[in-house]
């Protein structure tokens, strides 16, 4: 048992020995190995790093020549924006894909464009309201007649205010009492929106009746000067005030007076209470009527019985009499 023991006591010792001495030097092979390989691909890698600083400094001249371009066409501030961020997008891929090819030679361009399309149909239908309004935020940046600080009008879902600001996604809206609303842009694009600043100018309505027993052209000429005498009525482009008569009332011939004046919507309503202020004086001070609505009784009998209890409710006799 001696024998046998002192043997396998020396055998274990120098069969780890060797073991390690193999892990050791394989560790040293991969770690050589490694290095051979980054000492190989080193100028490839040192170029590459070159083409991404140099795509950085493209992208800088991109920007710049866009709004240079944006600016001789005329485009919108931002649909300008818009512009400029989808050329600097694409300086960045092609930047970075021309890195990673000069880095891995079998690197394919044409394997990942064709993956990518594919993660874009899927993408497509997971996140389907998002795309419907990113394609409708950069349709609106395109052809919309709206901008930035216009006040616009969606009827259908009753919204009016001012746009802070048309995002790919979403569009802000101030509303005239304050609140912020974000309206999805698919939302604007398939509804009737109305662009109440389209112009500098816009046109406001204002009935006004007067008796029948008045003058008609009196009240039309006294209305129509109170109303041009406003300051905030604009008379000059063409543009004046019109005193129509409209039809026949229960009490009094009506008129509908109209005139320009500012597009915004504390414009139209300081503009409004200018107007029905002056035309109110104006009335008064000619001596016009602007009747309260009038209502004639008739008596099937006429009995003095009848005339009598009318006459002492009119007088607070018939409460008395209660």
Same mark, same amino acid.
């Not at 240079?68 to 960045?92: K, N, Q, Y």
């Not at 064709?114 to 349709?139: K, R």
């Given at each position: 048992?001696?024998?046998?023991?002192?043997?396998?006591?020396?055998?274990?010792?120098?069969?780890?020995?060797?073991?390690?001495?193999?892990?050791?030097?394989?560790?040293?092979?991969?770690?050589?190995?490694?290095?051979?390989?980054?000492?190989?691909?080193?100028?490839?890698?040192?170029?590459?790093?070159?083409?991404?600083?140099?795509?950085?400094?493209?992208?800088?001249?991109?920007?710049?020549?866009?709004?240079?371009?944006?600016?001789?066409?005329?485009?919108?501030?931002?649909?300008?924006?818009?512009?400029?961020?989808?050329?600097?997008?694409?300086?960045?891929?092609?930047?970075?894909?021309?890195?990673?090819?000069?880095?891995?030679?079998?690197?394919?361009?044409?394997?990942?464009?064709?993956?990518?399309?594919?993660?874009?149909?899927?993408?497509?239908?997971?996140?389907?309201?998002?795309?419907?309004?990113?394609?409708?935020?950069?349709?609106?940046?395109?052809?919309?007649?709206?901008?930035?600080?216009?006040?616009?009008? $969606?009827?259908? &879902?009753?919204?009016?205010?001012?746009?802070?600001? /048309? *995002? =790919?996604?979403?569009?802000?809206?101030? #509303? +005239?009492?304050?609140?912020?609303?974000?309206?999805?842009?698919?939302?604007?694009?398939?509804?009737?929106?109305?662009?109440?600043?389209?112009?500098?100018?816009?046109?406001?309505?204002?009935?006004?009746?007067?008796?029948?027993?008045?003058?008609?052209?009196?009240?039309?000429?006294?209305?129509?000067?109170?109303?041009?005498?406003?300051?905030?009525?604009?008379?000059?482009?063409?543009?004046?005030?019109?005193?129509?008569?409209?039809?026949?009332?229960?009490?009094?011939?009506?008129?509908?007076?109209?005139?320009?004046?500012?597009?915004?919507?504390?414009?139209?309503?300081?503009?409004?209470?200018?107007? $029905?202020?002056? &035309?109110?004086?104006?009335?008064?001070?000619?001596? /016009? *009527? =602007?009747?309260?609505?009038?209502?004639? #009784? +008739?008596?099937?009998?006429?009995?003095?019985?009848?005339?009598?209890?009318?006459?002492?409710?009119?007088?607070?006799?018939?409460?008395?009499?209660?």
């Amino acid at each position: 048992m001696g024998p046998i023991a002192s043997g396998v006591d020396a055998l274990i010792p120098e069969t780890g020995v060797k073991g390690v001495d193999d892990s050791t030097e394989t560790l040293a092979r991969s770690i050589g190995g490694m290095v051979d390989t980054g000492i190989a691909y080193l100028p490839q890698v040192v170029i590459a790093l070159l083409v991404v600083v140099a795509t950085f400094f493209l992208v800088g001249i991109a920007g710049r020549v866009s709004r240079w371009l944006a600016r001789r066409a005329h485009l919108r501030e931002s649909l300008a924006d818009l512009v400029r961020l989808a050329i600097r997008t694409l300086v960045w891929f092609v930047g970075l894909m021309l890195a990673a090819v000069i880095v891995f030679p079998g690197f394919g361009v044409g394997n990942l464009i064709a993956t990518t399309g594919l993660l874009s149909i899927a993408l497509g239908f997971a996140f389907q309201d998002i795309f419907e309004n990113a394609f409708a935020g950069v349709l609106i940046l395109w052809r919309f007649p709206l901008e930035i600080g216009d006040f616009i009008e $969606v009827p259908s &879902v009753d919204v009016m205010g001012k746009v802070e600001d /048309i *995002e =790919i996604r979403m569009t802000q809206i101030r #509303l +005239t009492t304050g609140e912020l609303v974000l309206m999805p842009n698919s939302t604007i694009y398939k509804n009737v929106v109305k662009v109440l600043t389209n112009r500098a100018k816009r046109r406001i309505t204002v009935p006004c009746g007067i008796a029948y027993g008045e003058d008609v052209a009196e009240g039309r000429r006294v209305m129509h000067d109170a109303a041009a005498g406003c300051a905030s009525v604009d008379t000059g482009g063409g543009h004046g005030v019109e005193v129509y008569a409209q039809a026949f009332g229960a009490s009094s011939i009506d008129f509908e007076i109209t005139w320009w004046t500012g597009a915004t919507p504390l414009e139209q309503r300081r503009s409004r209470d200018e107007v $029905v202020e002056a &035309v109110k004086a104006a009335l008064d001070a000619a001596g /016009i *009527e =602007i009747p309260y609505p009038y209502r004639t #009784l +008739t008596f099937s009998r006429n009995e003095p019985d009848i005339l009598e209890a009318v006459a002492q409710r009119a007088t607070g006799g018939g409460d008395a009499g209660g």
